[in-house]
């Protein structure tokens, strides 16, 4: 592969269940993201890794959890999914310090009900 | 607080006609503007980025326009075809920002050029 993979596809979860959202790159980019994308909302930042051990919180972290163990892979938690986290959600990576340049994996369209 | 506002939300143009996308933002230390292009199902795309220093660049049909002062910069498509129908997003960010290269998203904009 070359890029971004997401997993699952789709998915459709009962309120309170647990839930990862996997990601994983193989461009050997330092930093990684995730997105939620709403209608009319655009694309807002959950969380951020500028490398591997370390992680931020971005525009809307409530409810979600990320860990970057290593370079590859950035997964999505969350611990006990609500309604308003039905949405579709996308992971990026760039290389940090040389361009801006965020790279999307193709998403993973989550409900909750 | 949406810091970088998009609009319109919607714009249906013919064939070969212009359409323009504009964005406005709040925040002076952005120095990185890009045009993300999104297919439906697919993620988004990198499409044309643009850095303060100059008021316009070109690639291809796509031009971006800046106007430092006013703080707003806009995506024009020329000749326009079917397959530029998708969803554009405008997007802003500090290069130097110790966090990376966070963007921050403007609303979207959803464009169909009809045959």
């Known amino acids: 592969i070359a890029g971004i993979t997401q997993a699952p596809t789709s998915q459709i979860l009962a309120a309170g269940r647990r839930m990862t959202l996997r990601c994983t790159q193989d461009m050997r980019h330092n930093a990684m993201y995730w997105y939620r994308q709403d209608l009319g909302l655009g694309l807002r930042l959950i969380h951020y890794s500028n490398t591997a051990g370390t992680t931020g919180k971005g525009e809307v972290p409530d409810g979600y959890s990320v860990s970057r163990a290593n370079t590859d892979d950035f997964p999505l938690t969350l611990a006990s999914a609500v309604p308003s986290q039905t949405s579709v959600y996308f992971c990026?990576?760039?290389?940090?310090?040389?361009?801006?340049?965020?790279?999307f994996g193709p998403g993973t369209r989550l409900t909750v009900l | 607080q949406q810091q970088v506002k998009q609009s319109p939300q919607s714009l249906i143009v013919q064939k070969g006609g212009i359409p323009i996308i504009n964005c406005a933002y709040e925040n002076t230390a952005f120095d990185y503007f890009p045009w993300y292009q999104q297919f439906p199902g697919k993620g988004p795309a990198l499409l044309i980025a643009i850095r303060p220093d100059v008021s316009e660049k070109k690639e291809g049909r796509f031009t971006i326009s800046f106007n430092k002062s006013a703080k707003q910069f806009s995506l024009h498509i020329m000749d326009s075809q079917p397959g530029d129908s998708a969803t554009y997003f405008c997007?802003?960010?500090?290069?130097?920002?110790?966090?990376?290269?966070?963007?921050?998203f403007g609303e979207g904009t959803q464009l169909t050029v009809n045959p």
């Open positions: 997007a802003a960010s500090r290069s130097m920002e110790t966090s990376g290269s966070r963007l921050t």
């Open positions: 990026a990576s760039s290389v940090r310090g040389r361009t801006n340049e965020q790279f």
